[in-house]
């Protein structure tokens, strides 16, 4: 079965750096990702997702993602951050053709300091 | 276009007490998810529904949870009793295409 590893439960990082959040899974077979945002009292919001083809994804609000299939990894990335870009980010991941479970990792809290 | 809709946002009753959460999807979804999400943790799917059908349910504590979709189209999650450990936010999601899951705002239940 596959799961999901967030390395990082909190990043806290300082208004327009940039900002990396790690994503790990495991799986036997090929895999869609996705990574979702959640703001506080707010359900979950689709960023970005990796079906096939070019393994650097842009999402919206200016994060971008690299699949890594040596590595496992699907970490998502912004060069600058805002103070609006605080909230809950949850990696996600279901086996690729057909319907399949999604399955989420933990989340990482992602705080931004003026 | 309106998002899921989910109704009441916010519910606190005490142990042993029945709680219903209402979802409507986004209009034309004929796939609609309820799903669990734990303080500190990521969403757990509860039960999926394929037009009226429940096609996977495996994670739905059957003793007291239950779920319906009549017509197709909104749903309700019941549980009855409540117990201290339902605690959580309940999520309900709707898809068109298998992959991209949109979700609604969740009901945050606290059972005293």
């Known amino acids: 079965a596959q799961s999901v590893t967030q390395l990082d439960s909190q990043v806290p990082v300082f208004e327009e750096a940039p900002v990396e959040l790690r994503c790990n899974y495991s799986s036997s077979v090929s895999v869609y990702l996705f990574w979702y945002v959640q703001y506080p009292n707010q359900g979950l919001q689709l960023l970005l997702k990796y079906l096939s083809g070019s393994t650097l994804v842009k999402g919206i609000n200016g994060f971008e993602a690299e699949f890594n299939k040596s590595q496992t990894s699907f970490h998502l990335r912004k060069p600058s951050v805002h103070i609006s870009d605080t909230a809950e980010y949850f990696c996600a991941v279901t086996l690729s053709g057909g319907y399949n479970k999604l399955i989420f990792g933990a989340g990482t809290r992602l705080a931004v300091h003026p | 276009e309106a998002g899921v809709v989910q109704s009441p946002r916010y519910k606190i009753i005490e142990k042993k007490q029945p709680v219903a959460f209402w979802c409507n999807p986004i209009s034309g979804h004929n796939t609609l998810y309820w799903y669990l999400q734990n303080l500190g943790q990521g969403p757990e799917l509860l039960i999926r529904?394929?037009?009226?059908?429940?096609?996977?349910d495996s994670q739905l504590p059957k003793d007291r949870f239950s779920a319906e979709r009549l017509k197709g189209v909104d749903s309700t999650l019941k549980i009855q009793p409540a117990e201290l450990g339902d605690s959580a936010v309940y999520l309900c999601a709707s898809s068109l295409e298998h992959h991209e899951q949109y979700f609604g705002p969740g009901t945050r239940l606290t059972v005293t």
């Open positions: 529904y394929e037009n009226e059908e429940a096609v996977d």
